[in-house]
């Protein structure tokens, strides 16, 4: 048995989106009560942290319903059923942002929201860009401006919270560490 585990008696499906599943758990808690979880299955997401050869970070701007704001953040998306998340990466990268990569390093993975989630979000890195002649075209209800600002300029960005998830909060927080840029 896996430490605290809870073990499901019964699920029901609620929800079946284009983004994300919706499934009410019954659930038998270590200590034997019960207890009801709501949770979210996703396919997975990936990030890349875009650096130019100026030594800028790539990001992009889009409208979030959720917060109804816009927020800038590193390009990423979710995975296609079955899509390997290196070429998932590959591919936000050029429909976000107009630049392709043959270098692209994986930095690190985490579930994003794991109280209510499964989502698990892959991190890459390349500072090999191309600016791409044609690039492919993004989803056709994705609008986004592409932005290059500094690490120091990005870090006032969280301060002011025009950067404000926790992706790109990794990022920018591991650039620093790194001490890059």
């Given at each position: ?53 100026n ?7 889009q ?30 990268l ?25 989502e ?62």
């Amino acid at each position: 048995m896996k430490k605290f585990e809870e073990k499901t008696i019964k699920s029901e499906k609620i929800f079946n989106g284009k983004v994300i599943n919706l499934q009410v758990d019954e659930v038998t808690l270590p200590n034997g009560k019960t207890s009801t979880r709501e949770t979210i299955k996703h396919p997975g997401a990936v990030a890349v942290i875009p650096i130019t050869k100026n030594n800028k970070i790539i990001l992009v701007e889009q409208y979030r319903k959720p917060l109804e704001k816009s927020l800038i953040e590193i390009p990423a998306g979710k995975l296609e059923k079955n899509e390997n998340p290196l070429a998932a990466a590959v591919r936000e990268l050029e429909e976000e942002t107009g630049y392709t990569t043959k270098d692209l390093s994986f930095v690190t993975s985490f579930y994003t929201s794991p109280g209510f989630a499964d989502e698990l979000m892959y991190i890459y890195i390349s500072d090999q860009l191309v600016k791409m002649d044609h690039p492919p075209q993004g989803d056709d209800d994705e609008f986004v401006e592409v932005h290059e600002l500094t690490l120091e300029e990005a870090k006032q960005y969280v301060i002011e919270e025009r950067i404000h998830d926790a992706k790109t909060n990794y990022a920018i927080l591991y650039l620093h560490a790194l001490g890059r840029m």
